[in-house]
């Protein structure tokens, strides 16, 4: 909470004299009526500068006070404007303030310069899909989901991050839409790998050569598909296998082997990785890998497999335990993106 009173200089004067008589902190915190906290500001300034005036050059907090509520309203407005962008801004207002006054200031707004959250970029029909999604699986027992097969691609990299962004957020509020950074599927990297996982833990995973097309990815799943459902044991009659929207999930030619294969397939409403728990698998297996730093291509290889195969079935069993906590999540946010 922002203060708006500045403590007096006789109150100031009065706690270096308390202490002078070697009184401690909480005395003169109870003798005053201040908090301990500016006790101890005040005797630390007062032992450095010797002094208990305000300092020349010092009054940047004040000055922004008054300005206070338009900063606010400006960062909650856009986000990620910079600390140095703002300043401009203030600046035209009549306010000279530095940037180290404008992030305490925001700091005790209770917003923060954060990393955004990277989210797929949701248009009006993405929301409203997902929307739909959740709230018609929201009753489903939790034995349907128990026998869901989850699949996915990921890229793994084998060096570099991608830039650095901030925002200035509250902490609880992360994965607002204006919070997060819009990412597009498959940025990047060096390898790419299709895996799968259910309740009872981690299935096949597999390395995608060259580009992915409709019958490459066909030949994966008459691979790994089955010896991952005889392998998780779920349940033969009634196991539902679940992919993302991709062009080479839906085309024609796949829509098609589902029906030779007589496989359920889940209805899935598009953009919505957070709607996948293997997203949470595929997080924890880039870490493992990152703390092993392969130095080539066939290391990284070897090295994902090994870290999937070591991941715990408890992990999987507890993300499919809490996943209509996901629904729940996309139903609050109205179709937006959630914390998962």
């Known amino acids: 909470m922002v203060k708006t009173k500045e403590l007096c200089e006789d109150i100031r004067s009065a706690i270096i004299s308390k202490h002078k008589t070697s009184k401690g902190y909480k005395a003169i915190s109870k003798d005053l009526g201040v908090p301990v906290s500016t006790v101890r500001n005040v005797i630390k300034k007062f032992a450095k500068h010797g002094t208990v005036k305000n300092l020349p050059g010092r009054g940047g907090k004040r000055k922004i006070r008054g300005s206070l509520r338009r900063l606010v309203q400006m960062v909650e407005k856009e986000p ?5 962008e703002l300043k401009v801004n203030l ?45 018609e699986y929201l009753d489903k027992p939790q034995s349907f989901w128990e026998n869901v097969l989850w699949t996915d691609e990921t890229k793994i990299e084998l060096f570099g991050n991608a830039k650095q962004q901030f925002v200035y957020r509250r902490r609880n509020e992360a994965y607002k839409e204006k919070n997060t950074l819009p990412t597009v599927k498959h940025g990047g990297g060096s390898i790419m790998l299709w895996g799968c996982f259910a309740a009872s833990g981690t299935g096949a995973l597999d390395r995608i050569t060259g580009i992915m097309k409709s019958e490459n990815y066909q030949e994966i799943l008459e691979q790994n598909v089955l ?30 082997w589902f029906k030779r294969k007589k496989w359920t397939v889940l209805k899935w409403a598009a953009m919505s990785p957070d709607l996948n728990p293997i997203e949470n698998l595929w997080g924890e297996l880039k870490s493992a890998i990152g703390k092993k730093n392969p130095a080539n291509i066939q290391e990284l290889e070897q090295t994902a497999r090994e870290e999937w195969e070591k991941i715990p079935a408890e992990m999987c069993k507890k993300l499919i335990d809490g996943y209509k906590k996901r629904l729940k999540a996309v139903i609050t946010a109205k179709g937006c993106a959630t914390q998962y």
Do not use: C
């Open 80 to 84: 990620r404007q910079t600390s140095k």
């Open 227 to 256: 010896p991952s459902v005889r392998k998780l044991g779920l349940s033969r009659r009634s196991w539902v296998f679940q992919q993302d929207n991709d062009p080479k999930h839906t085309s024609k030619s796949t829509q098609e």
């Open 91 to 135: 600046e035209q207002s009549g306010v000279m303030v530095s940037t180290s006054t404008i992030r305490h200031t925001l700091n005790q707004a209770e917003l923060y310069g954060r990393r955004p959250r990277k989210k797929p970029l949701l248009k009006k029909r993405h929301k409203k899909e997902r929307l739909i999604f959740a709230k």
